[in-house]
T-cell receptor, first 109, second 114 residues
């Protein structure tokens, strides 16, 4: 069964304290691995797509990496506005997207 | 602006009523999806459609129905058979070919049973 898990469930950081979020997946025929940001009461906002092991993508303070079994979202020197839930999803070759439960990130000033 | 529009943003349903949630996209995407999100939980797939006039059940399709008569539109009906419909509903779309396969989401509809 296709499955995506994320850890930790929740993470509290001080402003400027760098850390990483983990996404582990068992998705048959994975075509792409996606990261989204979701603010309370809003739809998920697309951040990154990773297609192959070793690939990296960066956007401002965020960097996503991919291995054969997991992906990491690295947050460098976070700011309070980075507080959100970060969702990871796998695309099982166009059938549908399998989402993880998310990591709730709080960045304290 | 290209995007996905969900309406209404908030919806209240009485017990025993059917309600329909609207989802429209102008991204020219072939595939569309409906997800349900409960507090503190991830997204669970209700239905998806890869092409007009065709759709498949997701993991939690019971008590829901959909139609896909136009490429741009994928409405979701929450029927009276759905026993616990209070949730946040998200519609998404994606392309089924080409290099960029990520899904884009609407802003959601919050459904409450009163």
């Amino acid at each position: 069964e296709d499955q995506v898990t994320q850890s930790p469930e929740a993470l509290r950081l001080q402003e400027g304290e760098s850390s990483s979020l983990n996404c582990s997946y068992t998705v048959s025929g994975l075509r792409g691995l996606f990261w989204y940001r979701q603010d309370p009461g809003k739809g998920p906002e697309f951040l990154f797509t990773l297609y192959s092991a070793g690939e990296e993508k960066e956007k401002e303070r965020l960097k996503a990496t991919l291995t054969k079994k997991e992906s990491f979202l690295h947050i460098t020197a976070p700011k309070p506005e980075d507080s959100a839930t970060y969702l990871c999803a796998g695309d099982n070759y166009g059938q549908n997207f399998v989402f993880g439960p998310g990591t709730r990130l709080s960045v304290l000033p | 602006d290209g995007g996905i529009t969900q309406s209404p943003k908030y919806l209240f349903r009485k017990e025993g009523q059917n309600v329909t949630l609207s989802c429209e996209q102008n991204l020219n995407h072939d595939a569309m999806y409906w997800y349900r999100q409960d507090p503190g939980q991830g997204l669970r797939l209700i239905y998806y459609s890869q092409i007009v006039n065709d759709f498949q059940k997701g993991d939690i399709a019971e008590g829901y129905s959909v139609s896909r008569e136009k490429k741009e539109s994928f409405p979701l009906t929450v029927t009276s058979a759905q026993k616990n419909p209070t949730a946040f509903y998200l519609c998404a779309s994606s392309t089924t070919s080409g290099g960029n396969t990520e899904a884009f989401f609407g802003q959601g509809t919050r459904l409450t049973v009163v």
